[in-house]
């Protein structure tokens, strides 16, 4: 039996994890990661093999999280390269960078903005996997 292989991505308000071999895990361990993640109220996406945490951790955080878990898994740290360096021209956040905006404000754009940096949202809503 195949081990879980879990790539953990960290955002500045949260943390995705992709699970690299979800297709080789058997049904009773990808219940046990489903199980961990909504005890957690996260979000586990089937078509992108991901899962979402609405909480700040550090990898070591996260891998003592599955230690203490009944998840017998491989551990790896992806830390994404961000190249988008634009910035908010209005509201609130003015003059930072949409990449160092809090999750909350960013999911209210989404909803709530239709002007010119529509893509850049979209664009980093999509990065965060919000």
């Known amino acids: ?3 879980p292989n879990l790539i953990f991505t960290k955002y500045k308000n949260s943390f995705s994890v992709y699970v690299k071999n979800l297709e080789l895990l058997s049904v009773e361990q990808i219940q046990i990661i489903e199980s961990f993640v909504s005890t957690r109220k996260g979000v586990f996406d089937f078509n992108s093999y991901t899962f979402v ?3 700040r951790l550090e990898f ?4 003592a999280l599955i230690e203490k878990s009944s998840i017998d898994a491989k551990c ?3 830390i994404p390269k961000i190249e988008q360096k634009s910035k908010v021209e209005f509201g609130k956040y003015k003059g930072m960078y949409y990449c160092d905006i809090p999750d909350s404000y960013l999911l209210w754009l989404k909803s709530n903005y239709l002007g010119k940096d529509r893509d850049i949202i979209d664009l980093e809503l999509n990065f965060r996997a919000l």
């Open 60 to 63: 070591n955080e996260f891998v």
């Open 53 to 55: 945490i609405q909480k």
């Open 1 to 3: 039996m195949s081990k």
């Open 76 to 78: 790896e740290e992806n």
